[in-house]
């Protein structure tokens, strides 16, 4: 059993974080976040540290009162499939339930892995429009989008 601490990510995690997901940067799969951008958002990073690194972090980023969106996810190549995602996103749900969320949306290519954790999948066009723009513009591969958008119900 993995010995990982899960906790709300710290300004000092930037450059850890920045590594961990650069390959998914660069191959597209995650979408490129300044640090600036990371510092201005870090409340919404939970982080999996194994042995004083992190190996595993996600954002619950907050839309509306009743909307949030699952952000970022990754966990470390030698640790996946042993969990690790599924605790990041656990521990999220139960994060926008106590901030009294009632949706949360994941935009991804593993649409199995969120369906397994009760996500279903829904139209981009019932995304909010603010989404696209904000995001998906930074995108290389905008507007030919092959990502899923899937929803939770909370």
């Keep these: 059993m993995l010995k990982i601490l899960y906790r709300k990510a710290k300004l000092g995690d930037i450059p850890q974080m920045q590594k961990l997901v650069s390959p998914e ?3 597209g ?3 490129l976040r300044s640090d600036d951008e990371l510092a ?3 409340r919404s990073y939970t982080v999996g ?3 004083e690194t992190i190996v595993a972090f996600n954002a619950l980023h907050i839309h509306s009162p009743k909307l949030a969106e699952i952000r970022s996810l990754i966990v470390d190549e030698k640790l996946r499939g042993q969990g690790v995602g599924k605790k990041l996103i656990k521990l999220s749900e ?3 339930i106590s901030l009294g969320l009632k949706e949360i949306l994941a935009l991804t290519y593993q649409q199995s892995f969120f ?3 009760g996500f279903k999948e829904i139209s981009k066009e019932s995304i909010p429009e603010h989404k696209i723009w904000a995001d998906c ?3 290389k591969h905008f507007p030919i989008c092959n990502e899923v958008s899937l929803i939770k119900y909370l």
């Design 40 to 42: 201005t958002n870090i």
């Design 94 to 96: 139960q994060e926008g």
């Design 29 to 31: 799969i995650i979408l």
């Design 49 to 51: 540290i194994l042995d």
């Design 115 to 117: 369906e397994s954790l």
């Design 25 to 27: 940067i660069d191959s």
């Design 137 to 139: 513009i930074k995108c």
